[in-house]
């Protein structure tokens, strides 16, 4: 909500990384991808193609732009009931610039609530069990991988090697791993590892990222101990892009292979 509010209160102009770091997230040290992240996950809510943007436009090297009409609502019906009939028969382009306006705002605001209700819920129903079941220490959740290529295109890749590695890894014996569905249902949130594994009943997390230089693509990856926080393993891939759906399953089985071995060799199993 804070980083809609900041590009609506610009819009038309172009606002950096840096102007949005300071204003979104004041007084907290975060990196650029906390940036990325909510930015891709406004334009779901709003429904907008970052390839034909017709909200936030991604402005290379220098920023984001706020694309759609904004001015302040006024709900002239109130004051002036006569002339607000006389309005509605007449066509109006600002009223549905700001209807469309406030219809996205809505849908963050309808996210927010909806969340929070879930984590009371969830809360409630955890504080109420008697009993709470060990998490399996061979289970591990796959996040979805981010994309951080410039203007976002590679999104659909990125999405691809979380299901690679989701489906090579619970083909492993006695490993549990969640499906895609509950996993990407996190795509996009700002919610601590912690809380993701508890949630999902894991006891490691993998994450990684998606970058693109020229013709060559960087996957990143690393496993997280869940109940302290630490990453075990991390590994960088570079890749020339040729044939991506060969990259997805090189590395998603290197990745498979590594993880494996750093599971296996833990002492608390």
């Not at 002339?83 to 963050?108: E, I, K, M």
């Not at 609530?113 to 060990?134: E, Q, R």
């Not at 496993?223 to 759906?245: F, H, K, M, Q």
Request: net charge negative.
């Amino acid at each position: 909500m804070r980083l809609l509010l900041c590009l609506a209160e610009r819009a038309g102009e172009v606002v950096s990384i840096d102007d949005l770091l300071s204003q979104v997230w004041p007084d907290v040290i975060v990196a650029p991808d906390s940036v990325y992240q909510a930015v891709a996950s406004l334009r779901r809510l709003l429904d907008d193609d970052p390839k034909q943007p017709t909200y936030i436009e991604t402005v290379p090297r220098l920023g984001y732009r706020m694309m759609a009409t904004v001015s302040p609502w006024e709900d002239q019906s109130i004051a002036h009931p006569t002339q607000a009939t006389s309005d509605a028969l007449t066509p109006a382009p600002r009223l549905r610039a700001n209807f469309a306006w406030a219809t996205g705002v809505a849908l963050c605001l309808a996210l927010v609530v909806a969340f929070l209700f879930h984590g009371k819920v969830a809360n409630n129903n955890h504080s109420a069990s008697p009993t709470i079941a060990p998490t399996p220490q061979k289970s591990i959740a796959v996040l979805p991988f981010l994309d951080l290529t410039e203007g976002m295109t590679h999104e659909t890749f990125a999405d691809g090697m979380t299901e690679e590695l989701i489906d090579k890894l619970s083909r492993i014996p006695g490993l549990r791993v969640p499906s895609p569905t509950s996993s990407f249902y996190f795509k996009g949130k700002q919610i601590p590892v912690a809380a993701i594994a508890k949630t999902l009943a894991v006891a490691y997390v993998l994450d990684g990222s998606v970058r693109k230089s020229g013709t060559w693509l960087r996957v990143d990856a690393r496993l997280i101990r869940a109940d302290s926080g630490y990453v075990l393993w991390s590994e960088t891939y570079d890749r020339p892009v040729a044939n991506i759906l060969a990259i997805q399953d090189d590395i998603a089985g290197k990745v498979t292979e590594a993880l494996t071995a750093s599971i296996e060799a833990r002492p608390d199993h």
